[in-house]
């Protein structure tokens, strides 16, 4: 299969063949919105810096209360999906003073302003994770799944959801 940038289904280029095989076929079908409607019909309400702060550090708070803080919280309209980025976590450090100073940012993509709740709570799960290991990694994918069970499922769902966002 073909997966430069105009193809869809480049969003799941990594999986197995039969996988993307049923996933073309829900495509050529056009049955792929009417399932990810069905297994995910709320979208959430969280639209503002402040809220998306809030969401962010109550999740941060119920599982990585002792992990770095985080100096910035936001949607960002920079992030494009055909970058392969959903959120970015960064690191800044600068020299203040004569002192370092070291900052934990978290933005996301603002395409998920308007997603089923679900999948901005794994982008945020994601992107948390992140504050501890950096790469993705065996024990980052573990924590991951320790803050969202579901994680592994979630982020495939999320991918066939941004190929379907692309077919429209």
């Not at 999986?15 to 079908?29: C, G, H, N, R, T």
């Not at 992030?79 to 976590?89: D, E, F, K, W």
């Not at 998920?112 to 794994?122: G, I, N, Y």
């Not at 924590?143 to 499922?153: G, I, P, T, V």
């Amino acid at each position: 299969m073909n997966t430069k940038s105009t193809d869809p289904i480049r969003y799941i280029a990594s999986y197995a063949p039969e996988l993307k095989a049923q996933v073309q076929a829900m495509i050529d079908k056009n049955t792929l919105a009417n399932y990810l409607e069905k297994k995910y019909p709320e979208t959430h309400d969280i639209g503002s810096d402040k809220a998306l702060r809030d969401y962010v550090m109550d999740l941060k708070n119920q599982y990585m209360r002792k992990s770095a803080p985080l100096s910035k919280i936001a949607f960002d309209n920079k992030i494009h999906v055909v970058n392969n980025a959903l959120g970015l976590h960064s690191y800044v450090s600068r020299v203040q003073g004569g002192k370092l100073k070291s900052n934990n940012e978290i933005r996301i993509g603002s395409i998920f302003k308007k997603t089923p709740a679900a999948f901005l709570q794994m982008i945020v799960v994601h992107e948390l994770a992140h504050l501890k290991e950096k790469d993705h990694n065996k024990a980052f994918y573990q924590l991951c799944q320790h803050m969202l069970s579901d994680y592994h499922q979630l982020e495939f769902d999320m991918r066939l959801y941004l190929t379907q966002l692309e077919l429209n």
